[in-house]
């Protein structure tokens, strides 16, 4: 008895779309690990994709939509109304010497 995989093997050029994909998406490897196991799950699921034969990376990016939605975007930086010398006054060294 021979094991003969039905699965395509995937190439490094496979692999770098499907990284590509989960890049495009906002899937950034360097999120925190407690979240690490979302990310695991969308790479199944392309090359899961994948293997089944949807190849293209349009069709990929709305898969992970459908299945995941939209990662959140980062905040955005408080950018204070004042400046900070205007809220708490000059620093002893900053005024002028009299």
């Known amino acids: 008895m021979s094991s003969t995989s039905e699965k395509p093997h995937l190439t490094s050029s496979d692999l770098d779309m499907l990284?590509?994909?989960?890049?495009?998406?906002?899937?950034?490897?360097?999120?925190?690990t407690d979240d690490q196991r979302v990310f695991n799950?969308?790479?199944?699921?392309?090359?899961k994709l994948f293997q089944e034969g949807v190849t293209s990376p349009a069709m990929l990016s709305r898969a992970l939509e459908y299945h995941f939605g939209k990662?959140?975007?980062?905040?955005?930086?408080?950018?204070?109304?004042?400046?900070?010398?205007?809220?708490?006054?000059?620093?002893?060294?900053?005024?002028?010497?009299?």
Request: charged fraction near 20%; aromatic fraction near 4%; glycine fraction near 8%.
């Open 41 to 47: 799950v969308a790479a199944v699921l392309l090359i």
């Open 19 to 32: 990284q590509g994909v989960l890049d495009e998406a906002g899937y950034d490897a360097r999120i925190p």
């Open 71 to 98: 990662p959140k975007a980062p905040p955005k930086p408080v950018v204070p109304v004042c400046n900070r010398y205007a809220i708490q006054g000059l620093p002893r060294e900053k005024r002028a010497a009299g």
